[in-house]
């Protein structure tokens, strides 16, 4: 491994060079697109692919994706968690023409029975009595949050050191040596985030313990593991700690599940038995179709509903125009009951083992110091022999060229991983073949490296 540095930058423009040479289409068309479109592209994460231009879509079907040159890949990203359910699965479609061509009216303003089977199996899952809809999983978290100030009668809240919760303003701060800062490049903030937020390092109970004690923290927003900054597990006893702390402090505890989710049917929240004040959700849960929830204990839910100065149904900073409509809920309802079900989640989770245990295999064989997190469907690789214990720790172990160039070597052979980091995704049309012919293609590119 000693001067793999040296050749990674040819090594990329190899691999460079292949991705231009195979996306002639995907490569013209982000071209046409760069006159009217901010950054060239319909929303503009969509420029973090590798290779200087990202591929264009064609069709996606299950674990499976084609762009327009007409390649084809194993889609470990599914929409960076979105299409977690595997693309257009057949119930979905059928919830779509049934509740869009065939009854009509995805956004009336009118509720449909369909909402209250998807609270009731939410509660099942999740543990929260009462649930509410949004579009986005940001939009949850921002909602919850907005609740649990009003709850508290707090203004703060408490996220992760190198947390992501969707564009919710209060979550963009990191701690330095120096105190907690904004994290680079935050977007025409409000105001400087350590006025709105604390934040404590992940896996650090006593962090936790001095913030709370400032007595002003409404809510821990928080995954049960960091995802979005490779994967950061919990270690034994810190949830609980976590609990115990904000129930000693009066703060309500929100697990954020958007990506946790992978655990099992009911998130880490079922999977590793914890008991939040509220859970947010979003992304998957309507098999690709917009749709959001956040779940509240019927303690917070009553409370809420008494209180005559929280305005919730009218301008009162809480609800959107098209949260909850009924395409929406038709599709949580037919993802729920018919796609992401327990069972499914069995067959995942199973693929992610044997996903995992290929990349490991590769790793220890090849003495890489690398390693692999898994949390049920999901699994990362990170550039750094032990997982990190903190999202500080994960920030360090960050290498773009090596992200660089395992994404473009992987594209190039037929596979999609999420443009940030390394993650990978099962679902439930993922196959044992698609896992393994993972682990032949990373052992290939990391047999290149040490050549
Ligand atoms: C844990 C978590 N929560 C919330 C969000 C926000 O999701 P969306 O961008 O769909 O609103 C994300 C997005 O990556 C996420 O990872």
Redesign the pocket.
Known sequence: MSDYRARLSTLIDRERGAYTASHPRSAAAFQNSAGNLLGGVPMTWMRMWSGGFPLYLATASGARLTDIDGNSYVDFCLG???AMAGHSPAEVQEAVARRFGELGGATTMLPTEDAAWVAAELTRRFGPTYWSFTL??????RWAIRLARQLTGRQKILVYSY??????DETFIITTPYGPAARAGNVGAPVDPSETTRVCEFNDADALERELSHGDVAAVLM?PAL??IGIVLPEPGYLDAVRALTREHGTVLIN?????FSAGPGGCTAAWGLEPDMV?I??SIAGGI?A?AYGLSAELADRIMADKSADIEDTGGVGGTLAGNALSVATMRATLEHVLTDAAFAAMIATADRYTAGVREVIESRKLPWNIVQLGARAEYRFCPQPPRTGGESAAAADTDLDEYLHLYLINRGILLTPFHNMALMCPQTTDADADYHATVFAQAAGDLLE
């Open positions: 960076d968690t979105g986005t999983a940001t939009d949850a978290n947390c992501y919760h969707g564009s919710v995954e995802t979005n954020d599940e958007t990506h946790t947010t979003g992304k917009p959001g």
